[in-house]
T-cell receptor, first 111, second 114 residues
Framework: GQNIDQPTEMTATEGAIVQINCTYQ??????LFWYQQHAGEAPTFLSY????GLEEKGRFSSFLSRSKGYSYLLLKELQMKDSASYLC????????????FGTGTRLTVIP | DTEVTQTPKHLVMGMTNKKSLKCEQH?????MYWYKQKAKKPPELMFV???????INESVPSRFSPECPNSSLLNLHLHALQPEDSALYLC?????????????FGPGTRLTVT
């Protein structure tokens, strides 16, 4: 089975840095994804980690530790438009590129 | 073209109606997916098609019937739905199902069953 945990809600200030954590337990592992989803819209891809370490892409970075079953998404220089849900999803090797999503972290950026 | 399109954007249907949701992609992807997402919940996988063949059916009731007419199109036929089936239905595609690959999501169809 799969178990993916994220904080439900977070609040951060415009211009600040925020880290969203994700822990997972899966029967197989073929990579971890982070998606951003604004209310009423489709999820959009942010990052993909399959090896341990940090992947940086502009203001967004994602880290993975496979031995700890742990990932985080780091958002720098927060902007108001970053207010959204951030979904951690694990690709299960036992399935066919199945994505199992965590419940998502609703981030609110305040002035 | 890195876009997945879905029609209609909104759909309201009665419990006795028959309707279809449509999804299209022209990225040459050979895997296509249907997800259901209830409010404030994550997407839940319903079906996976690989090379136009149904690969996975996650114990979805038979009132949902998927169809993949060709490699670019994916339909979801709806019949005799229940009010609890009201949700956002998301279509996604990826290069294939072998190995992990980024899934591209469409904008979704917001379905209301009355």
């Amino acid at each position: 089975g799969q178990n993916i945990d994220q904080p439900t809600e977070m609040t951060a200030t415009e211009g600040a840095i925020v880290q969203i954590n994700c822990t997972y337990q899966t029967s197989g592992f073929n990579g971890l994804f982070w998606y951003q989803q604004h209310a009423g819209e489709a999820p959009t891809f942010l990052s993909y980690n399959v090896l341990d370490g940090l992947e940086e892409k502009g203001r967004f970075s994602s880290f993975l530790s496979r031995s700890k079953g742990y990932s985080y998404l780091l958002l720098k220089e927060l902007q108001m438009k970053d207010s959204a849900s951030y979904l951690c999803a694990v690709s299960d090797q036992t399935g066919a590129n199945n994505l199992f999503f965590g419940t998502g972290t609703r981030l609110t950026v305040i002035p | 073209d890195t876009e997945v399109t879905q029609t209609p954007k909104h759909l309201v249907m009665g419990m006795t109606n028959k309707k279809s949701l449509k999804c299209e992609q022209h990225m040459g992807h050979r895997a296509m997916y249907w997800y259901k997402q209830k409010a404030k919940k994550p997407p839940e996988l319903m079906f996976v098609y690989s090379y136009e063949k149904l690969s996975i059916n996650e114990s979805v009731p038979s009132r949902f019937s998927p169809e993949c007419p060709n490699s670019s199109l994916l339909n979801l036929h709806l019949h005799a739905l229940q009010p609890e089936d009201s949700a956002l239905y998301l279509c996604a595609s990826s290069q294939d199902i072998a190995g992990a690959g980024e899934q591209y999501f469409g904008p979704g169809t917001r379905l209301t069953v009355t």
